[in-house]
């Protein structure tokens, strides 16, 4: 088949339309209809006013047509898949050799951490990932790249309990079918995954996935946290009214949303089957980095006093029998009651805000010595 472009200066070119047609396809400035085949189709432009009404036939295709369903199908396909291309993406640049620092955990490490400080770092982190598909990032990005040096796992007290895959919440699960499954092909225990949906196009012509795949990497760039996407809009809104922030509550809805959100990390502590399993990983893991002479450093993130004075007590007692019991070297950076935090870096109960992660991050920078990019 041969794709044939009815050119029009500064609108629609051979050139233009090659950015987004598959690699193999062949293109052709259009001269005349005899020189098209049964198979073949025409792209022209609806400013072109050269075109009989007669041309109009099954195989021409209409650039400005198509150019807008196309990007409205990428913005949806990135919109309900957006931590897909995250992490992704994010993998993709942990490649790069001058990154030496991997940040990874939770969403404690999304909120917690500003990657645009960090030059020679990339966070792997999501919201709600455990331990083990934390750590299938880190042993990606170290099997990808040589030079990483550091290994940052952002997490809280209760992260060795986490076991997304044996989670009673489908939404949850969701994740593992959108993000870690096409990502690792690995469903971890999940014995039944729910299916993932099919947003995108599928095309014989145009090269849907490299489209998206490149607009995801522009998204990327700027990082997870963005003027689309910002700390206040994933807020953990566990209190009564959801139209208020973090820092307009008053103290009792405070204190009640902290206690709401402690018994519900308070609940993993039935998992001792997670607990062990996530054990045995992490002691892998700090033998791991000790025999490629990388720093694993465990940051505890901070947490407002409405939260820490409810999470359950045993949690942290069972996270440092886990780092005792590692035949590595482990760092450790313990910030959940630092009280150089205060209220206002908070986004939630437990998630810090802008200037929380800044806070953090420089804290982190300063003790792996991480070169640290000063904002204008």
């Known amino acids: 088949m041969i794709i ?12 233009k339309v090659r950015a987004f047609v598959n690699n193999d396809a062949i293109i052709e400035p259009f001269v005349d209809m005899e020189a098209v085949g049964p198979e073949d189709c025409i792209i022209v432009s609806k400013t072109d006013n050269a075109i009989p ?27 309900y898949n957006y931590d897909y291309y995250y992490l992704k993406n994010a993998l993709s640049a942990s490649q790069n050799e001058n990154i030496d620092t991997i940040i990874t955990g939770s969403s404690y490490g999304i909120f917690g951490i500003d990657c645009k400080q960090l030059p020679s770092a990339v966070n792997l982190s999501l919201i709600s ?21 550091n290994i940052v796992l952002c997490c809280s007290y209760y992260f060795f309990y986490s076991d997304l895959s044996k989670t009673q919440n489908p939404g949850e699960l969701q994740r593992i079918s959108k993000v870690y499954h096409p990502l690792y092909g690995d469903m971890h ?69 902290g206690i709401r959100r402690a018994a519900l990390h308070n609940k993993n502590n039935r998992w001792k089957a997670a607990f062990n399993e996530n054990k045995q990983l992490f002691h892998e893991l700090s033998c791991f980095c000790m025999s490629r002479d990388i720093e694993l450093l465990v940051v505890v993130v901070p947490a407002t006093k409405y939260y820490r004075t409810a999470l359950c007590k045993e949690f942290r ?14 760092g450790l950076l313990d910030l959940f009651e630092e009280p150089s935090f205060s209220d206002g870096d908070f986004n939630d109960m437990d998630h810090l805000s802008e200037s929380g992660a800044e806070k953090l991050t420089s804290a982190i920078a300063e003790l792996l010595q991480l070169p640290v990019y000063s904002r204008p």
């Open 129 to 149: 990932q455990d331990m083990f598909y934390s750590i299938k990032g880190i042993y990606k990005a170290c099997t990808l790249n040589k030079n990483i040096r």
């Open 4 to 15: 044939w472009v009815k050119e029009v200066a500064d609108r629609v070119t051979v050139k």
């Open 53 to 79: 009404s007669s041309f109009f036939v099954n195989a021409v295709i209409v650039y400005e047509d198509v150019f807008e369903a196309v990007t409205k199908n990428i913005l949806e396909e990135v919109a």
């Open 317 to 330: 007692e069972d996270f440092f029998e886990v780092l005792n019991e590692a035949d590595g070297i482990v």
């Open 189 to 257: 225990n999940c014995k039944l995954l729910p299916p993932k949906k099919n947003i995108l196009f599928s095309s014989n012509i145009f090269d849907i996935d490299g489209i998206v795949d490149l607009y995801a990497k522009g998204k990327y760039e700027k990082s997870y946290f963005g003027n689309e996407y910002s700390r206040r809009d994933y807020a953990t809104r566990i209190w009564e009214d959801k139209s208020k922030d973090w820092s307009e509550l008053n103290e009792i809805e405070r204190e009640q949303a």
